[in-house]
């Protein structure tokens, strides 16, 4: 497989190495109970994420190695950060802007993969708490990390990341195949009382242990990476993000997981109804000759779905702001996304009352309403 290293360069991390030595002097605070310490394990991918991070680093966080720990541990690196849970999204979605703010693509790629990463836990196939707020880039709201191996339908919730992760790097112009690189180890054994699994941490190997020692075991192949990229078209200039079953759905996946679920998306009933009640819609014809095709009606806050715009002949006939697709299922998906991520920034921001929740629930219902509207 293609492990190329999409990596700036090399910087300092004397505070990341730093983080080891906190380990023995927390004693009570039950750290040493953790899953063996992997954190250094995409060595590349953190230290070039790192580096983004410190060009503008509002919030103060000391190292982005601390969003990889457990939060007792995190709290200690990012005193500033009220919900610990989110401090890998965090520092994804600082590094990216940073990144974009200075046209580097390469430190956009290593902020998509570092968002991925798995993050450590306490025990083998214990589950991570995926984050319950929005980032501000979609193209980081989009994902979330991945999970212990061993947790049951960790193998489906991980597939599911690797091709968001390969969706994202495409939309901005990347080699979609790198997503592979946020990959995780093999599953350990369940109940090891020695936590290991099949993990390495080593923050002197630059290139990542979890490469160099061939750890690396990524759950999809390139050929469904290629598969899953071939409708997705580079944004003029990144930023505007693909659509995928990311984000939400994928933290939705988990904690059906979590639960032994064995399906995931009990919001095709509720679509149901709005899918008919905009059967008859109609879609409407501007004076350029596009038709939007996007029917879906909820607007939580006042905030629609974006149109989206099919222009017969065009070579990528579907367009949602600015970003064009080649068939209008990938586009339906886009345009779900970006009502989603402004009603979640609403919501946070206190212009509109409810939590994000509720426009989780509506990017179901408008995806669910776009899947009947193709049948």
């Not at 030595?21 to 070039?48: N, T």
């Not at 214990?126 to 061993?150: F, G, K, R």
């Not at 946020?182 to 350990?188: E, H, I, M, Q, R």
């Not at 579907?318 to 080649?326: I, K």
């Amino acid at each position: 497989m293609k492990y190329e290293i999409a990596l700036l360069g090399l910087a300092s991390v004397a505070s990341a190495r730093d983080v080891a030595k906190f380990w023995g002097r927390m004693g009570p605070s039950g750290l040493e109970r953790r899953e063996v310490p992997q954190e250094h394990s995409h060595e590349a991918i953190l230290r070039a994420t790192n580096i983004f991070l410190k060009l503008d680093n509002p919030l103060e966080i000391q190292d982005a190695v601390f969003a990889l720990l457990g939060n007792a541990a995190a709290a200690l690196g990012a005193p500033n950060v009220a919900n610990l849970n989110c401090l890998q999204q965090i520092v994804a979605d600082q590094a990216f802007t940073n990144a974009k703010a200075a046209n580097d693509l390469d430190g956009q790629i290593n902020a998509i993969l570092f968002r991925a990463i798995e993050k450590n836990t306490l025990t083998v196939g214990e589950l991570s708490v995926n984050c319950d707020e929005a980032a501000i880039n979609p193209e980081i709201a989009a994902l979330q990390q991945h999970q212990d191996p061993a947790a049951a339908g960790a193998s489906e919730i991980n597939a599911a990341i690797e091709l968001a992760v390969a969706i994202q790097i495409a939309s901005i112009g990347g080699d979609p195949l790198i997503a592979l690189q946020s990959a995780t180890f093999a599953p350990g054994e369940l109940g090891d009382p020695t936590a290991a699994g099949n993990t390495c941490n080593d923050e002197t190997d630059p290139i990542g242990c979890i490469i160099s020692q061939n750890l690396l075991t990524p759950v999809v192949s390139e050929a469904e990476i290629q598969a899953a990229v071939a409708d997705v078209a580079v944004a003029g200039g990144a930023g505007a993000g693909a659509a995928v079953a990311g984000g939400a759905a994928v933290a939705d996946a988990a904690a059906c997981a979590a639960q032994g679920a064995a399906t995931v998306g009990a919001a095709t009933g509720a679509a149901t109804g709005a899918a008919t009640d905009n059967a008859n819609a109609g879609a409407s014809t501007a004076a350029t000759g596009t038709v939007n095709v996007q029917s879906f009606t909820g607007a939580l806050g006042g905030v629609p779905a974006p149109p989206v715009e099919s222009t017969a002949g065009a070579a990528r006939p579907f367009e949602v702001n600015g970003a064009t697709f080649l068939n209008a299922g990938a586009a339906l998906q886009r345009s779900c996304a970006v009502q989603k991520n402004a009603c979640a920034n609403a919501a946070n921001s206190g212009q509109l009352a409810g939590g994000t929740q509720q426009c989780d629930a509506q990017e179901d219902e408008c995806r669910g309403a776009a899947a009947l509207r193709r049948r």
